[in-house]
């Protein structure tokens, strides 16, 4: 089955700091993920994704298909990173369908 | 370019009243689908759709009902509200076929049933 995994509900560091949400999934096939973000009152929107092998506002994510992990990265968090992050897996092409973990909550603090 | 529109904001439901949430996207995306919010829980796919007449059932399908007449709009129903279904609702969509998996999503109805 198909499923994400995200074991922190909260991330709370401070400004300045190393911040690595995590992300697990399941999927037996090639997955496609990617990581969306929710800043306050603003509308869920695409981050990243690891086709794109990019980086976004300093944030990046390496697939690693050995522990079957797509953790999201940044050197020196920003207050203005304080926001819902939620990875996401697409495991058939044929369906679009987007599978979401259960999200984290990114606090940084001054 | 309004993109994802959704329709309503907010509304307050009693337990066994029936609602429509409407969703509009004007990108001609082929792909539409809605989810559910929920602390703890993330987002949850209710149902989607491939094309218009082309509707299928998410991971949390029951109680909700959809159709997808038009590739421009793709409305949920709840026919018969549960305090259960207290939620952030989001409809998203995206070009399916040679998409780049990028989700579309409108800004959000927040449904309270009492």
């Known amino acids: 089955a198909q499923r994400v995994t995200q074991p922190e509900k909260l991330l709370s560091v401070f400004k300045g700091a190393p911040v690595e949400l995590k992300c697990n999934y399941s999927y037996s096939g090639s997955p496609e993920l990617f990581w969306y973000v929710q800043y306050s009152r603003q509308r869920l929107q695409l981050l990243l994704r690891?086709?794109s092998r990019e980086s976004i506002k300093g944030f990046t994510a390496d697939l690693n298909k050995g522990e079957t992990s797509f953790h999201l990265k940044k050197p020196f968090a920003q207050e203005e990173d304080s926001a819902m992050y939620y990875c996401?897996?697409?495991?058939?092409?044929?369906?679009?369908?987007?599978?979401f973990g259960q999200g984290t909550t990114l606090q940084v603090k001054p | 370019n309004a993109g994802v529109t959704q329709t309503p904001k907010f509304q307050v439901l009693k337990t066994g009243q029936s609602m429509t949430l409407q969703c509009a996207q004007d990108?001609?995306?082929?792909?539409m689908s809605w989810y559910r919010q929920d602390p703890g829980m993330g987002l949850r796919l209710i149902h989607y759709s491939v094309g218009a007449g082309i509707t299928d059932q998410g991971e949390v399908p029951n109680g909700y009902n959809v159709s997808r007449s038009t590739t421009e709009d793709f409305p949920l129903r709840l026919l018969s509200a549960a305090p259960s279904q207290t939620s952030v609702y989001f409809c998203a969509s995206h070009e399916w076929r040679g998409s780049t998996g990028e989700l579309f999503f409108g800004e959000g109805s927040r449904l309270t049933v009492l």
């Open positions: 690891h086709i």
């Open positions: 990108m001609n995306h082929e792909y």
């Open positions: 996401a897996l697409s495991g058939s092409s044929n369906t679009g369908k987007l599978i």
